[in-house]
């Protein structure tokens, strides 16, 4: 019995470390996260979500969800978009993105209609409507009549 716990010990001391940690690699997962999926962060929840854990540095989520996070969050190059040379920046929301945001706010009944097309929208209904729906949820002068 005693050599099982004196075992037990050595083996709860080795691997109770008293080093440090490095995340670095970690944090700079999560930031990238951060970084890429902002503009996405209307288009999905998956993408929401990485958006999320990489401002909160959840180096554990960003670590495990990273594969599924960049492809929710494509670069130029990944989508094949561009010359080989523009890797890092990250595609513009979508239209129907676009109006989901521009048209949160808006206190009309066609600027509402747009807002809920922008997150249930395909895309071709979105294109076909965007010019009227940012003209109708864009901020307007003060002094316009």
């Given at each position: ?45 998956t993408a929401a979500d990485c958006h999320r854990y ?6 554990a989520m960003c670590v495990a969800r990273e594969p ?78």
């Open positions: 019995m005693k050599i099982l716990s004196l075992a037990l010990t050595s083996m709860l001391l080795a691997a109770c470390s008293s080093e440090p940690v490095d995340n670095t690699a970690a944090l700079a997962v999560c930031a990238r996260l951060a970084d890429r999926c902002h503009p996405y962060e209307a288009v999905s929840l990489g401002h909160a540095n959840n180096t599924e996070c960049l492809a929710a969050c494509p670069t130029l190059s990944d989508a094949g978009v561009g010359d080989a040379g523009s890797t890092d920046g990250a595609l513009p929301p979508s239209q129907c993105a676009q109006l989901g945001s521009i048209c949160h706010d808006s206190t009309t009944a066609l600027g509402m209609a747009c807002h809920d097309l922008g997150h249930g929208g395909t895309p071709a209904t979105c294109a076909a409507r965007y010019a009227a729906c940012v003209a109708e949820c864009s901020p307007r002068d003060a002094g316009a009549d």
